[in-house]
């Protein structure tokens, strides 16, 4: 599709562009998710193994989403804003250990 000469050369960039992008979820989902970490031989628990990858991958999205619209300024906003797999994990990592402390210390004033 790229080295079709009809088209104009912004529309291959554009596929390229796409097709890059498909590419980087993949390996994202295999290095950081641990989407080509599965060791076993039935196909059907392969499939499902596949479906907590991408349902890890649909949960850092939907806590994106959700720190983004409580966010309070433009530096919280475009952190949550360009985090990538690795660095979304790492986000929501230190946002449970913070409400974890928070509880910790509640849990100490109120004993």
Same mark, same amino acid.
Do not use: H, N
């Given at each position: 599709?790229?080295?079709?000469?009809?088209?104009?050369?912004?529309?291959?960039?554009?596929?390229?562009?796409? !097709?890059?992008?498909? /590419? %980087?979820?993949?390996?994202?989902?295999?290095?950081?998710? &641990? *989407?080509?970490?599965?060791?076993? @031989?039935?196909?059907?628990?392969?499939?499902?193994?596949?479906?907590?990858?991408?349902?890890?991958?649909?949960?850092?999205?939907?806590?994106?989403?959700?720190?983004?619209?409580?966010? !309070?300024?433009?530096? /919280? %906003?475009?952190?949550?804003?360009?985090?990538?797999?690795? &660095? *979304?994990?790492?986000?929501?990592? @230190?946002?449970?250990?913070?409400?974890?402390?928070?509880?910790?210390?509640?849990?100490?004033?109120?004993?």
């Amino acid at each position: 599709m790229c080295s079709d000469p009809s088209w104009p050369d912004e529309k291959g960039a554009e596929f390229y562009a796409l !097709r890059w992008q498909i /590419e %980087i979820f993949f390996r994202e989902r295999k290095s950081d998710l &641990g *989407l080509c970490d599965f060791t076993g @031989q039935d196909f059907e628990s392969y499939e499902r193994y596949v479906d907590v990858c991408l349902m890890a991958f649909l949960f850092l999205e939907w806590f994106r989403a959700s720190r983004m619209k409580i966010a !309070r300024t433009r530096k /919280e %906003i475009g952190r949550w804003k360009v985090a990538r797999t690795r &660095g *979304l994990k790492i986000l929501v990592r @230190q946002e449970a250990l913070s409400e974890s402390f928070r509880l910790i210390r509640t849990q100490k004033l109120v004993a």
